[in-house]
């Protein structure tokens, strides 16, 4: 014998509850906040990078066009070529030709500047005042060690002049 149901036929909920799809949205909310503040360090460590590498490349330059002799700033009397420096303060850098005394060989008069940059937005060098000088006929430069600061991530750079010229830029790092 077969059995009779006399129940109504439900009907299937093919929606969402507004529970389901506030739980969902808060999920969603959350990770695009976290991953908008991951970008942002991203960009601001990209930032920092940025700087150091263009820093690097004034020196190298300074350093390319002191080993070539480039002279663009005649010297008279008793100077005579006597390098490219890159002078730094806490908010940019201007390369400079100088020419030097040829008995004594200290530096004395310098162009009034080649190349110049302004660090970006929140960019600071944390070295102060310093000037880095590349000498002719591949007598080296002054040895030296730059640090720049990303003041929104604190996270610093350092790059470095040797002695013999050699410019090295390193990671970011806490500071």
């Not at 009907?11 to 991951?38: C, D, H, K, M, Q």
């Not at 004395?108 to 970006?120: E, K, T, V």
């Not at 591949?138 to 750079?157: D, F, H, P, R, Y």
Request: glycine share 6%.
């Amino acid at each position: 014998m077969r059995s009779v149901n006399n129940q109504q036929p439900t009907i299937n909920n093919l929606g969402y509850t507004l529970i389901e799809i506030l739980i969902v949205s808060s999920i969603i909310v959350i990770f695009s906040g976290i991953l908008l503040a991951s970008y942002n360090n991203f960009t601001q460590i990209k930032n920092l990078e940025q700087e150091v590498s263009f820093l690097a490349d004034t020196l190298s330059l300074a350093k390319s066009k002191t080993q070539a002799a480039d002279i663009e700033l005649a010297c008279s009397g008793v100077e005579e070529f006597g390098g490219y420096t890159v002078e730094l303060d806490s908010s940019g850098y201007v390369m400079k030709q100088c020419c030097r005394d040829a008995i004594s060989n200290n530096i004395g008069n310098c162009s009034a500047g080649l190349q110049s940059r302004q660090f970006a937005s929140r960019i600071i060098n944390l070295t102060g005042t310093v000037t880095i000088e590349f000498f002719p006929v591949s007598a080296g430069a002054s040895m030296n060690t730059v640090t720049l600061k990303n003041e929104i991530i604190e996270k610093c750079s350092d790059i470095t002049v040797l002695s013999s010229g050699i410019i090295s830029a390193g990671n970011p790092y806490p500071c």
